[in-house]
């Protein structure tokens, strides 16, 4: 069978008109009459995406300024321009993921999941290929204290990253919160970069990078729990 | 010139305040929404419903349509979601995702109340939602590609696959229902 007489039969329903009452049209256009004003729409995806970049700037460099910038110091030039423009980068792609799962309507270039991925994946690749220091010296102590302060910088990124886009609307709350715990991972990340000194290739590849599937994997977990309880308690009051 | 592209205006006249634009759009959103609700839902009142809620809903967030972008993807994806959301109600109200399941199955395999009752439920039947609600948008409804991604908060790579792998078993399915015969001798 080919695919344009599957095309056919199922082209059967477009051909055949649809009726509606009118009543029940004119009912939903009497229900919205009401309140019908003027509204301002959605500034471009490109300011909202600087806007959620400069939160995560504002948040990196405000935590590393009051831990130190010894990291940053400690770096060679080479190690600089390649782990920062990737980071920007990263940033820059999750922030306009961000932005489109809070527009309805909007062309994914890739999968919140896809973008988790490809974030760890390159960090994974560009930190790979810079440090060269093998030593495991307080792998868990060391590795657990930067995981933690990566996070406690990217939770305030990923909330400050919703409140920007508050007037927004998640059609899928799941994907928008793991985009934006992603968002908020890789703020903690730049943060640690600039600040943890310690460039021992376990400790970076695993306690840095964590940092963010940590954080999509926290902001899809609150997603999911408001979206139980908005059902749940729309259930409640009926 | 794009189609919908009535529809875009539209939309900026009733994010104006133009209750014309709204009612407007009303009227020629209204049948084909209301058409993607019934493919899924258990009656015609349902689907009403449906509709009504998911005006409301887009009365409410209005200004997420931003100018220029296409509208129709936009209204999909609204409908979609009070779509989801009334399916999740269903499933915490009506004991259990099972029998919601058994419901749609014995849904889709009775005969329908409302009007376009032309096979094409049946015909469906096999394929998974997702898939289902992906054939709807594009052959249905006629949109492109682009505007079911748009839609379903999806890329263009993953509805593709969707198709490819819904066409794939509804060659199976309705060869062995014998539409290719039908189709040859309409044909001829």
């Known amino acids: ?238 | 010139m794009h189609p919908d592209s009535n529809l875009e205006i539209l939309m900026v006249r009733y994010q104006q305040g133009d209750y014309a634009a709204a009612a407007d759009l009303i009227e020629r959103t209204g049948p084909q929404l209301h058409r993607f609700f019934l493919a899924q839902s258990q009656s015609r009142a349902d689907a009403e419903d449906l509709l009504q809620e998911t005006w409301l809903r887009i009365h409410r967030v209005r200004h997420t349509y931003r100018p220029g972008e296409p509208a129709l993807p936009w209204f999909y994806a609204i409908a979609r979601h009070v779509r989801v959301d009334h399916y999740r109600k269903s499933i915490w109200t009506a004991a259990g995702k099972q029998q919601l399941e058994a419901m749609t199955k014995e849904v889709a395999a009775l005969p329908r109340e409302f009007d376009h009752s032309d096979g094409l439920d049946m015909l469906l039947a096999p394929l998974s939602e997702s898939q289902r609600e992906v054939i709807e948008m594009m052959k249905v409804a006629g949109m492109s590609l682009e505007e079911v991604a748009r839609a379903t908060s999806s890329t263009v790579g993953s509805v593709k696959q969707k198709v490819h792998r819904a066409y794939k078993k509804l060659r199976v399915t309705m060869s062995a229902a014998g539409y290719r015969t039908e189709q040859s001798e309409e044909l001829s």
Not at chain 1, 1 to 23: C, S, Y
Not at chain 1, 77 to 99: D, K, N, T, Y
Not at chain 1, 140 to 146: L, R, V, Y
């Open chain 1, 1 to 238: 069978m080919k695919d344009q007489e599957i095309d056919g039969v199922l082209k059967m329903p477009e051909r055949t008109p649809h009726h509606l009452a009118p009543q029940i049209l004119r009912r939903i256009g009497d229900s919205i009459k009401t309140s019908l004003r003027p509204v301002r729409p959605l500034p471009p995806g490109w300011v909202m995406t600087c806007g959620l970049v400069l939160v995560c700037a504002a948040i990196s460099l405000m935590g590393a300024a009051r831990a130190g910038f010894i990291g940053f110091e400690k770096m060679d030039p080479l190690e600089r321009l390649l782990i920062f423009p990737a980071l920007i980068f990263l940033i820059w792609m999750a922030g306009s993921e961000f932005v489109h799962a809070m527009i309805p309507g909007s062309l994914r270039r890739i999968s919140s999941g896809a973008l988790l991925g490809f974030g760890c994946a390159a960090l994974l690749i560009v930190f790979a290929f810079l440090f060269r220091d093998y030593r495991i010296d307080h792998f868990f102590s060391a590795g657990i204290a930067c995981l933690l302060t990566g996070f406690v910088h990217a939770i305030p990124a990923s909330v400050l990253g919703w409140l920007l886009l508050r007037r927004g609307f998640a059609v899928n709350s799941v994907s928008a919160g793991l985009a934006a715990g992603t968002f908020g991972g890789l703020a903690g990340v730049v943060m640690l970069e600039l600040h943890c000194p310690n460039f021992q290739v376990a400790h970076v590849l695993v306690w840095h990078i964590a940092v963010v599937p940590l954080s999509a994997a926290a902001g899809a977990l609150v997603a999911w729990t408001r979206r139980f309880c908005e059902t749940d308690g729309g259930f409640s009051s009926e």
